[in-house]
Protein backbone atom coordinates (compact mmCIF):
# COMPACT_ATOMS: atom_id res chain seq x y z
CA UNK A 1 0.00 0.00 0.00
CA UNK A 2 1.16 3.66 -0.66
CA UNK A 3 3.38 5.28 2.29
CA UNK A 4 4.15 8.94 3.04
CA UNK A 5 7.22 9.42 4.09
CA UNK A 6 7.79 13.55 5.29
CA UNK A 7 10.83 15.56 6.28
CA UNK A 8 11.83 17.53 8.61
CA UNK A 9 9.79 16.39 11.59
CA UNK A 10 10.44 19.90 13.00
CA UNK A 11 11.67 23.34 11.44
CA UNK A 12 12.55 26.71 12.86
CA UNK A 13 13.24 29.90 10.55
CA UNK A 14 13.56 33.34 10.91
CA UNK A 15 10.77 35.65 10.11
CA UNK A 16 11.06 36.23 6.53
CA UNK A 17 13.11 33.27 5.71
CA UNK A 18 12.04 30.70 3.55
CA UNK A 19 10.39 27.24 4.78
CA UNK A 20 11.10 24.08 2.65
CA UNK A 21 8.85 20.68 3.83
CA UNK A 22 9.80 17.58 1.66
CA UNK A 23 7.60 14.01 1.19
CA UNK A 24 7.93 10.94 -0.70
CA UNK A 25 5.32 8.36 -1.71
CA UNK A 26 5.19 4.98 -2.27
CA UNK A 27 2.58 3.94 -4.94
CA UNK A 28 3.69 5.78 -8.79
CA UNK A 29 -0.79 5.35 -9.13
CA UNK A 30 -1.21 8.18 -6.16
CA UNK A 31 -2.25 11.42 -8.32
CA UNK A 32 -4.11 13.92 -5.81
CA UNK A 33 -1.06 15.58 -3.39
CA UNK A 34 -2.77 17.88 -0.79
CA UNK A 35 -1.27 19.68 2.32
CA UNK A 36 -2.42 20.79 5.62
CA UNK A 37 -2.24 22.96 8.44
CA UNK A 38 -2.96 22.55 11.31
CA UNK A 39 -3.21 24.73 13.99
CA UNK A 40 -2.80 24.35 18.01
CA UNK A 41 -6.32 23.14 19.32
CA UNK A 42 -8.02 22.79 15.61
CA UNK A 43 -8.31 20.46 12.81
CA UNK A 44 -6.41 19.99 9.58
CA UNK A 45 -7.01 22.64 6.94
CA UNK A 46 -5.98 22.23 3.24
CA UNK A 47 -4.06 24.99 2.23
CA UNK A 48 -2.93 24.37 -1.22
CA UNK A 49 -3.02 20.75 -3.68
CA UNK A 50 -1.43 19.45 -6.77
CA UNK A 51 -2.79 16.76 -9.41
CA UNK A 52 -0.34 14.51 -10.90
CA UNK A 53 -0.87 16.23 -14.54
CA UNK A 54 0.84 19.33 -12.93
CA UNK A 55 4.53 19.99 -11.87
CA UNK A 56 3.68 23.38 -9.35
CA UNK A 57 1.03 25.59 -8.13
CA UNK A 58 1.23 28.30 -6.32
CA UNK A 59 -1.01 30.42 -4.34
CA UNK A 60 0.73 33.75 -3.04
CA UNK A 61 3.81 33.24 -0.99
CA UNK A 62 2.85 29.18 -0.75
CA UNK A 63 3.86 26.83 -3.70
CA UNK A 64 3.88 22.93 -4.11
CA UNK A 65 6.03 21.31 -6.87
CA UNK A 66 5.65 17.86 -7.67
CA UNK A 67 8.06 15.32 -9.37
CA UNK A 68 6.25 12.20 -10.03
CA UNK A 69 9.05 10.26 -11.94
CA UNK A 70 10.99 10.77 -8.41
CA UNK A 71 7.64 10.40 -6.30
CA UNK A 72 8.23 13.17 -4.64
CA UNK A 73 6.66 16.91 -4.08
CA UNK A 74 7.39 19.39 -1.54
CA UNK A 75 6.07 22.51 0.22
CA UNK A 76 7.51 26.12 0.08
CA UNK A 77 6.91 28.59 2.04
CA UNK A 78 8.20 32.34 1.51
CA UNK A 79 8.61 35.28 3.42
CA UNK A 80 7.36 33.33 6.34
CA UNK A 81 5.37 35.01 8.84
CA UNK A 82 4.78 34.27 12.54
CA UNK A 83 1.13 33.11 11.39
CA UNK A 84 2.48 30.47 9.59
CA UNK A 85 3.80 28.86 12.83
CA UNK A 86 1.83 25.03 12.74
CA UNK A 87 2.01 21.73 12.27
CA UNK A 88 1.79 20.97 8.29
CA UNK A 89 0.81 17.54 6.64
CA UNK A 90 1.24 16.51 3.21
CA UNK A 91 -0.56 13.42 2.24
CA UNK A 92 -1.42 11.29 -1.17
CA UNK A 93 -4.18 9.67 -2.75
CA UNK A 94 -5.24 7.47 -5.32
CA UNK A 95 -7.94 8.54 -7.25
CA UNK A 96 -9.17 11.19 -4.94
CA UNK A 97 -10.70 9.42 -3.24
CA UNK A 98 -10.55 10.35 0.75
CA UNK A 99 -10.27 6.70 1.52
CA UNK A 100 -7.45 6.40 -0.42
CA UNK A 101 -5.75 9.45 1.20
CA UNK A 102 -2.27 8.28 3.17
CA UNK A 103 -0.36 11.40 5.86
CA UNK A 104 3.10 11.99 6.40
CA UNK A 105 3.71 12.19 10.03
CA UNK A 106 3.46 15.93 9.99
CA UNK A 107 6.33 18.75 10.26
CA UNK A 108 6.47 21.06 13.14
CA UNK A 109 6.82 24.77 11.66
CA UNK A 110 8.36 27.51 14.06
CA UNK A 111 8.73 30.89 13.03
CA UNK A 112 10.65 33.43 15.36
CA UNK A 113 10.19 37.02 15.12
CA UNK B 1 -23.13 27.50 7.63
CA UNK B 2 -21.10 25.65 10.62
CA UNK B 3 -19.11 23.78 7.75
CA UNK B 4 -17.88 20.08 10.09
CA UNK B 5 -19.02 19.78 13.75
CA UNK B 6 -18.14 17.39 16.35
CA UNK B 7 -19.51 16.13 19.66
CA UNK B 8 -17.80 15.71 22.68
CA UNK B 9 -14.93 18.19 22.66
CA UNK B 10 -13.10 15.94 25.35
CA UNK B 11 -13.94 12.64 26.36
CA UNK B 12 -12.53 10.77 29.73
CA UNK B 13 -13.42 6.96 29.56
CA UNK B 14 -12.53 3.87 31.89
CA UNK B 15 -11.04 1.04 30.02
CA UNK B 16 -14.36 -1.35 28.81
CA UNK B 17 -16.93 1.54 29.08
CA UNK B 18 -18.40 2.51 25.37
CA UNK B 19 -19.43 5.67 23.79
CA UNK B 20 -20.28 7.67 20.60
CA UNK B 21 -18.68 9.95 18.38
CA UNK B 22 -21.02 12.18 16.71
CA UNK B 23 -20.12 14.13 13.86
CA UNK B 24 -22.15 16.36 11.28
CA UNK B 25 -21.42 18.46 8.06
CA UNK B 26 -23.82 20.81 6.31
CA UNK B 27 -21.90 21.04 3.02
CA UNK B 28 -23.88 18.48 1.34
CA UNK B 29 -20.91 16.13 1.26
CA UNK B 30 -21.03 12.95 -0.12
CA UNK B 31 -18.17 11.36 1.13
CA UNK B 32 -17.40 11.68 5.66
CA UNK B 33 -14.48 10.04 6.78
CA UNK B 34 -12.99 8.88 10.95
CA UNK B 35 -9.54 9.67 11.44
CA UNK B 36 -7.57 9.12 14.71
CA UNK B 37 -3.98 11.47 15.11
CA UNK B 38 -1.54 10.31 17.58
CA UNK B 39 1.67 12.20 18.14
CA UNK B 40 4.55 11.84 15.19
CA UNK B 41 1.94 9.26 13.51
CA UNK B 42 0.00 11.62 11.44
CA UNK B 43 -3.93 10.75 10.77
CA UNK B 44 -4.68 7.66 10.13
CA UNK B 45 -8.37 6.19 8.73
CA UNK B 46 -10.63 4.42 10.74
CA UNK B 47 -13.56 4.25 8.91
CA UNK B 48 -15.33 5.99 6.03
CA UNK B 49 -18.68 6.01 3.97
CA UNK B 50 -18.20 7.10 0.74
CA UNK B 51 -21.74 8.30 0.23
CA UNK B 52 -25.22 7.87 2.35
CA UNK B 53 -25.67 4.11 3.23
CA UNK B 54 -22.11 2.48 2.50
CA UNK B 55 -19.55 2.47 5.22
CA UNK B 56 -16.15 1.12 4.49
CA UNK B 57 -12.98 0.43 6.76
CA UNK B 58 -9.63 1.83 7.03
CA UNK B 59 -6.70 1.17 7.90
CA UNK B 60 -7.05 1.01 11.72
CA UNK B 61 -11.00 0.07 12.37
CA UNK B 62 -10.00 -2.64 14.87
CA UNK B 63 -12.30 -1.79 17.94
CA UNK B 64 -14.45 0.75 15.88
CA UNK B 65 -17.99 0.55 14.41
CA UNK B 66 -19.63 3.19 12.68
CA UNK B 67 -23.16 4.13 11.37
CA UNK B 68 -23.86 6.90 8.22
CA UNK B 69 -26.84 7.73 10.08
CA UNK B 70 -27.91 10.26 6.90
CA UNK B 71 -26.37 12.21 4.55
CA UNK B 72 -25.24 14.78 7.41
CA UNK B 73 -24.20 12.74 9.96
CA UNK B 74 -21.60 9.99 10.64
CA UNK B 75 -21.10 8.52 14.33
CA UNK B 76 -18.30 6.21 15.56
CA UNK B 77 -18.76 4.13 18.52
CA UNK B 78 -16.22 2.93 20.61
CA UNK B 79 -18.26 -0.76 22.05
CA UNK B 80 -15.19 -1.57 24.68
CA UNK B 81 -12.74 1.24 25.07
CA UNK B 82 -8.90 0.45 25.45
CA UNK B 83 -6.17 2.77 26.79
CA UNK B 84 -4.97 2.69 23.13
CA UNK B 85 -7.71 4.15 21.56
CA UNK B 86 -6.33 7.41 23.37
CA UNK B 87 -6.14 10.01 20.90
CA UNK B 88 -7.60 12.70 19.16
CA UNK B 89 -10.18 11.88 16.59
CA UNK B 90 -11.25 14.02 13.92
CA UNK B 91 -13.87 13.60 11.55
CA UNK B 92 -13.59 14.98 7.77
CA UNK B 93 -16.23 15.26 4.78
CA UNK B 94 -15.54 15.59 1.20
CA UNK B 95 -17.52 16.53 -1.86
CA UNK B 96 -17.00 13.33 -3.90
CA UNK B 97 -17.64 13.21 -8.00
CA UNK B 98 -13.87 15.00 -8.78
CA UNK B 99 -13.80 17.74 -5.83
CA UNK B 100 -11.17 15.29 -3.20
CA UNK B 101 -10.28 18.53 -0.50
CA UNK B 102 -11.52 17.04 2.64
CA UNK B 103 -13.17 19.34 5.70
CA UNK B 104 -11.97 18.44 8.80
CA UNK B 105 -13.94 19.14 12.18
CA UNK B 106 -12.14 20.70 15.14
CA UNK B 107 -11.51 17.00 16.52
CA UNK B 108 -12.58 15.13 19.84
CA UNK B 109 -9.58 14.50 22.20
CA UNK B 110 -10.64 10.97 24.31
CA UNK B 111 -8.84 9.75 27.28
CA UNK B 112 -8.95 5.93 28.06
CA UNK B 113 -7.98 5.04 32.02
Keep these: GENVEQHPSTLS ?5 S ?8 DSASNYFP ?11 LIIDIRSNVGEKK ?12 KHFSLHITE ?15 GGGGF ?11 VKA | NAGVTQTPKFQVLKTGQSMTLQCAQDMNHNSMYWYRQDPGMGLRLIYYSASEGTTDKGEVPNGYNVSRLNKREFSLRLESAAPSQTSVYFCASSGGQGRYEQ ?3 PGTRLTVT
Excluded: M
Excluded at chain 1, 19 to 26: D, E, G, Q, W
Excluded at chain 1, 35 to 45: A, F, T, V
Excluded at chain 1, 59 to 70: E, G, H, M, P, Y
Design chain 1, 35 to 45: WYKQELGKGPQ
Design chain 1, 80 to 94: TQPEDSAVYFCAASL
Design chain 1, 59 to 70: DQRIAVTLNKTA
Design chain 1, 100 to 110: KTIFGAGTRLF
Design chain 1, 13 to 17: VQEGD
Design chain 2, 103 to 105: YFG
Design chain 1, 19 to 26: AVIKCTYS
